[in-house]
């Protein structure tokens, strides 16, 4: 279903060109994607960017995060869609200034695709050196597909999660927004 999306289908046959030590397409662009297909929609309808994650603890600086950024800008650039390149090594960096709560630093893009808001949003794409395409989606297809948008409380707190949930089911009013639990920040067992 996400290969119908003509913007990740192209950033999937471009990002390797970009030589990112392990990159993941990842987020909206996915799932939404889905919802978007199932709908029977366009499917790039309602997708503000398409999250590129990399992970290079080489260097954390913003300077070279930026100097991936601006090649990826060339690469990406007649697609008519906003490619947002982030190294994942960096977030614990700026993530308190940003959301308010401090984060631990990633090991890899995968441990950063993990602590998403929503277990739904739990899903990467990239390709390997074989061009064979490889999923990560820790929580499982059953509520992608339901769509069913449930909490993952690791690491962003409840308002990141009720300000998506609530610009998400405008957008795709078949959306069952599961509630953020009770008891605060205890992790949602995986199936």
């Keep these: 279903m996400v290969l119908r999306n003509d913007v990740v289908r192209a950033v999937l046959e471009r990002a390797p060109g970009l030589e990112l030590p392990d990159w993941w397409l990842t987020a909206g662009a996915l799932f939404q994607t889905v919802w978007n297909v199932q709908d029977g929609r366009d499917p790039c309808t309602g997708i ?3 999250d590129l994650f990399y992970f290079d603890g080489s260097d954390l600086s913003w300077e070279a995060e930026d100097a991936v950024i601006r090649r990826a800008e060339v690469v990406f650039e007649d697609l008519g869609a906003t490619i947002e390149v982030r190294n994942e090594a960096r977030v614990h960096l700026w993530y308190e200034e940003h959301f308010g709560v401090p984060a631990v630093p990633f090991r890899s893009s995968r441990d950063a695709i993990d602590h ?4 739904t949003c739990c899903l990467g794409l990239t390709v390997d050196p074989d061009g064979q395409l490889l999923v990560h989606a820790p929580h499982g297809y059953d509520d992608l597909f339901a ?16 300000r ?9 009013p078949r959306l069952v927004v599961v509630p953020w639990p009770a008891t605060g920040q205890e992790q949602i067992p995986r199936p």
């Design 116 to 119: 998403f808001a929503a277990t």
């Design 164 to 172: 998506k949930a609530l610009r998400w089911r405008r957008e795709w």
């Design 48 to 50: 503000r960017d398409y």
């Design 147 to 162: 769509q069913r948008l449930r909490p993952n409380p690791v690491l962003a707190p409840r308002e990141v999660y009720e």
